[in-house]
């Protein structure tokens, strides 16, 4: 399930933010993803953080995902990463 559940994060992520990365690790509860977007630009990072909730909810309300630690990053900020 864990398998689906990480595919099913990085398409609706990618689809919501036109993210360029998606990342997906974790236990199939808890997640830890890596966003990479250009929606990103200029955000305050609890905003970053709205816009991926947001995009995440479905399965945050039914409790399929329990918890997520996220990083949000500009491709700027990606590349100075690498």
Same mark, same amino acid.
């Given at each position: 399930?864990?398998?689906?559940? &990480? +595919?099913?994060?990085?398409? @609706?992520?990618? =689809?919501?933010?036109?993210?360029?990365?998606?990342?997906?690790?974790? =236990?199939?509860?808890?997640?830890?993803?890596?966003?990479? +977007?250009?929606?990103?630009?200029?955000?305050? !990072? @609890? *905003? *970053?953080?709205?816009? @991926?909730?947001?995009?995440? &909810?479905? *399965?945050?309300? =039914?409790?399929?995902?329990?918890?997520?630690?996220? *990083?949000?990053?500009? !491709?700027?900020?990606?590349?100075?990463?690498?």
């Amino acid at each position: 399930m864990s398998g689906h559940i &990480n +595919s099913w994060i990085e398409q @609706v992520l990618t =689809d919501a933010l036109a993210a360029e990365q998606v990342l997906v690790g974790g =236990d199939g509860r808890h997640f830890e993803i890596t966003v990479v +977007s250009t929606h990103f630009e200029g955000q305050r !990072p @609890v *905003k *970053k953080q709205q816009l @991926v909730y947001a995009a995440l &909810n479905e *399965k945050i309300a =039914d409790g399929t995902i329990h918890a997520v630690m996220m *990083k949000t990053l500009t !491709p700027t900020e990606w590349q100075a990463q690498q």
